[in-house]
């Protein structure tokens, strides 16, 4: 059993949505993600979503493209990130999903990739452009090196889509909430909690649901009718926002611990 999947076990148990926030590996250096991690971890975070800086992150909003910016303006590299996961790991059993784009994965090597993220304590990976149809020598190696493999689905999914993330995905299902790129939103479409239960009638794995959660009570909705939340934008603004970089863990974390209090208020135990 993964770490991903033993920490949704236990989660369901009590009823509870897991908080799966994100942050940018290396934004503003290595040395403070490393220290928002362990904020995060401490502030009750279930999972973290450490996203891999990239010159073209497609699917994200103006939020992250930003911090993905801020990361590439310093030296680093995906072995500086398999460091940051190893440092983390000595102090957290977390789990940790490598977040990014399928060009970084296949330069650096798949079989190699795999193998080093996996050493490093990396739980998972989600590669935002990769489609489950294209995917079958990077699933190959997350599967041989025992990494969960994570898909997207969003609402214009058909129902052969959905089969197709069903078979493929381990760990859990990442539900896209909107059509369009990640950023901070005000409100989500009430359509969003058949859409989910659309996924739920074809897969037994968690299902997530993330880009545009921004607020503890947007989360406890959430949690509602899906097993996670994913917060990014919200989290990696007030990340940017917080000019004093020795503060910056602290704010994040404090973040997270009122994200973690909405979605155990909205448990539903049994």
Known sequence: MSRIEKKFTELKQCGEAALIPFITAGDPDLNTSLKIMKALAEAGADCIEL??????????????QRSSERALKRPISLPAIFRLVRQFRASSDVPVVLFGYYNPFFRFGLEKFAREAAHAGADGVLCVDLPPEESGEL???????????????????DASR????ARASRGFIYYVSV?????ARRSFDDKLRSQVARVRRESSLPIGVGFGIS?????AWIAGF???AVVGSALVERIEKTRDRKKKAKQAGAFVAQLKRALRQAARPG
């Open 51 to 64: 996203g891999i800086p990239f010159s073209d992150p497609t699917a994200d909003g103006p939020t992250i």
């Open 139 to 157: 699933k190959h190696w997350t599967d041989a090196f025992g990494l969960d493999l994570i898909f997207l689905l969003s609402p214009t999914s």
């Open 162 to 165: 959905i089969q197709r993330v």
């Open 179 to 183: 059509t369009g790129v990640t950023g």
């Open 215 to 219: 607020t503890p009570e947007q989360a």
């Open 226 to 228: 899906a097993d996670a």
